[in-house]
RNA sequence: CGGAGCGUGGUGUAACGGCUAACAUUUCUGUUUUGGGAACAGAAGACUCCGGGUUCGAAUCCCGGCGCUCCGACCA
């Protein structure tokens, strides 16, 4: 990833407000300070701020993937409709969202909504033997989804990027070790990101195979979904599935229980043999017979991730991303003195180009603003953009021989030496 | 997919069925200015979403389409 980036190089520009059919705040803030940009409803492109931050949540989900064992791998999206027939999940009955299409000479093919099924029948290449198991594979792919009602800006689109790990394992042993590993990675992504004090692990309907299934709930406003959220166990529970019952499982009573709205930012389910029965995906074990392999999947959509950040973490002015996740590390600008003659050396510049070369040599991301526009437009920017601490290089501040140092989130006001900047 | 609302320069808004579609912002030129979206002067930018209809006359009224937003249903 390019490390600088010259403010005036740059070719988005923000705006001072939001297109007025644009009523979520994600989209609103992302749209304003040229993060991303909407095509269609339910459908944005992402541009050069955006795919920075986008890229970022897409690296710590992947450090935290490789770290559980996952191996990366890149599936298609053109999807052969015959291994979905086999799933049963072909008919629009079924699954109510596909794309469908069709080639040339009129052989049907569906967009993928989501991998288990063209996985599970890669996997039958390569899985014979219980020598084989477990493994882990996941990827970041576009998935397209014929949503009915897309809505609240990023949050539901009809395509988007999504990572999706499936683990195949031997027994039900193996599964739930890994599960449990795989859901531990989930609270630490969450964390990473700058979300993890609103995210709650969400007990949720679990299908044929398990009792429940795990979601990831962040609380905000923005969000879609019920939940019922334990605060003294750091738990949920779904609106769908709070009963008694569930409430006996968790030791937890109704009363301690606090209705709030939240986002679903991710989920973990045990497919069980669902899917491996399905596509006969079956591995030779120690004593000779064949049996079914046992999966799971795990799904975090980095754009919705995105959007949750973008939602909670903001104020009036702006944006305000997390150190893990900003675009830049840090924004620097030059309230550069235009009087300066011809010949006379224009300080201000000099001081700020200098301290972007040690900022640069030193590997730190950095934004630039070395515009020819005032003081008040290059502020509002800044905070619009939301990159964690600004940095501010003028006449005033090298009179003392200092830059002024803010931090974004708390306006924190510092000031530091020019010497001090290595 | 049911319900509601809305489509006017790039963006946000205005315009009783009646003048050359107005204002702000934006962009460009020049002067000036530099710590919170400065000031002045000049300029650019619209078949008022599309197609029909009513009318002497439609951005405005009617019909159809398309698009967008919100509520609900849905969300493997």
Not at 173 to 178: K, L, Y
Request: hydrophobic share 35%; charged share 30%; glycine share 8%.
């Amino acid at each position: 990833m390019i490390r600088l980036m010259k403010q005036s190089h740059l070719f988005t520009k923000t705006r001072r407000e939001a297109p007025k059919d644009e009523v979520s705040k994600n989209a609103q803030l992302l749209i304003r300070a040229g993060f991303i940009h909407k095509e269609m409803a339910g459908i944005y492109s992402f541009l050069p701020l955006g795919l920075r931050t986008m890229n970022k949540i897409v690296g710590i989900i992947r450090e935290e993937m490789n770290a559980i064992g996952g191996q990366e791998l890149s599936l298609t999206a053109l999807q052969d409709k015959h291994i979905w027939e086999k799933s049963g999940r072909w008919s629009d009955e079924v699954l109510d969202v596909w794309f469908k299409t069709t080639l040339k000479n009129g052989t049907e093919l569906g967009l993928g909504t989501t991998h288990e099924e063209q996985l599970t029948n890669l996997m039958k290449d390569y899985i014979r033997s219980y020598r084989d198991l477990p493994a882990y594979a996941y990827q970041f792919q576009t998935k397209f989804r014929n949503e009915t009602r897309a809505k609240s800006g990023i949050m539901r689109c009809r395509e988007f990027l999504m990572k999706d790990l499936y683990s195949f394992s031997k027994n039900e042993a193996e599964h739930s070790a890994f599960y449990e590993k795989a859901k531990q990675a989930y609270v630490n992504v969450y964390k990473r990101v700058g979300i993890g004090d609103l995210t709650y692990i969400t007990f949720s309907s679990g299908g044929t195979f398990s009792k429940y299934s795990h979601e990831f709930q962040t609380l905000t406003e923005a969000g879609e979904d019920m939940i019922y959220v334990h605060e003294g166990k750091k738990i949920a529970v779904n609106k769908e599935v709070l009963n008694d019952e569930v409430l006996k499982d968790l030791g937890i009573s109704r009363a301690d229980l606090i209705e709030k709205k939240a986002v679903e930012v991710g989920n973990i389910f045990n497919l069980g043999t669902k899917f491996s029965d399905a596509l006969e995906l079956v591995f030779k074990d120690v004593d000779g017979t064949n049996k079914p392999v046992i999966m799971g999947s795990y799904g975090i959509g980095p754009g919705r991730v995105m959007g949750t950040i973008a939602e909670i973490c903001s104020d009036d002015k702006g944006l305000i991303w997390p150190e893990s996740v900003a675009p830049f590390a840090v924004h620097l600008i030059a309230l550069s003195n235009k009087k300066a003659v011809e010949g006379v050396e224009d300080q201000v510049k000099k001081v700020a180009d200098e301290i972007y070369a040690k900022f640069v040599k030193r590997g730190v991301e950095i934004l630039y603003d070395d515009r020819d526009a005032t003081a008040g437009e290059k502020f509002s920017d800044s905070d619009l953009i939301g990159i964690p601490i600004r940095y501010v290089v003028s006449e005033k501040t090298i009179a003392n021989g200092e830059v002024e140092m803010k931090d974004r989130k708390t306006g924190k006001v510092e000031m530091v030496n020019i010497s001090d900047f290595k």
